[in-house]
Structure formats: structure tokens, C-alpha cells
């Protein structure tokens, strides 16, 4: 079982950055791709980036495709989301997870961590 604490987010005003952090307690962080997901009120979950087990292949929802990079270091049980040109429509609740799969997450949510674009 593996455990999430986001943190990172914040307001920052569009064409701003941040950049996020999940911290993962439990011994097999590194057997797993691992990916961050957004709630928008209103809205569904969405996918945002995932990385695989060793960060050798990443991939992206088209809305942040060259804006955000996913990134992590299995020595330290973390996994980030650098978030570049943020807009508006970036406002949402991001979470992380594991990945049973590409895009598709599995295990227990963790708080999550705003994230707030002033236009």
C-alpha cells in the first residue's frame, strides 16, 4: 500500500509557475508508473501526466503538452509536476496516484494540493 501527500500548489498569477511534489510512503513506490490527475469544480477527474516506474517514458493530456513536465526520484519516494505558463482553465484540485496502467489510476487518494490561476 502506498500513501500520497501533495503539496506545491498555491495562487500565482497566468503565464506563472509552480511546481508540485507528492511524497510517497511505503517500500514498493518504485515497482509503480505513477501519474497526477485535476478536478476542475464542476468536473470530472482528468488526467494529466504520468511517468513510468523508472521515469523513462512520460506522457501528457494534450492541454499541457509542452507547459508541464512530470518528473520523480525513486531515492526519495517523489514524484513532481513542474507547471510552466499556467492559465486560467489550470485551476483545479490536483492529485496524484498510481498507475495499474497508462492514464489509469489505482490505490487510495491522497488530500491533494489547489492550484489557483488569476487571469
Known amino acids: 500500500q502506498v500513501t500520497l501527500v501533495e503539496s506545491g500548489g498555491g495562487l500565482v498569477q497566468a503565464g506563472g509557475s509552480l511546481r508540485l511534489s507528492c511524497a510517497a510512503s511505503?517500500?514498493?513506490?518504485?515497482?509503480?508508473?505513477m501519474g497526477w490527475f485535476c478536478q476542475a469544480p464542476g468536473k470530472e477527474l482528468e488526467f494529466v501526466a504520468g511517468i513510468s516506474w523508472n521515469g523513462g517514458r512520460t506522457y501528457y493530456a494534450d492541454s499541457v503538452k509542452g507547459r508541464f513536465t512530470i518528473s520523480r526520484n525513486n531515492g526519495k519516494n517523489t514524484v513532481y509536476l513542474q507547471m510552466n505558463s499556467l492559465k486560467h482553465e489550470d485551476t483545479a484540485l490536483y492529485y496524484c496516484?498510481?498507475?495499474?496502467?497508462?492514464?489509469?489510476?489505482?490505490?487510495?487518494w491522497g488530500q491533494g494540493t489547489q492550484v489557483t490561476v488569476s487571469s
Open positions: 496516484n498510481a498507475l495499474q496502467r497508462d492514464y489509469v489510476p489505482f490505490g487510495s
Open positions: 511505503g517500500r514498493t513506490f518504485s515497482n509503480y508508473g
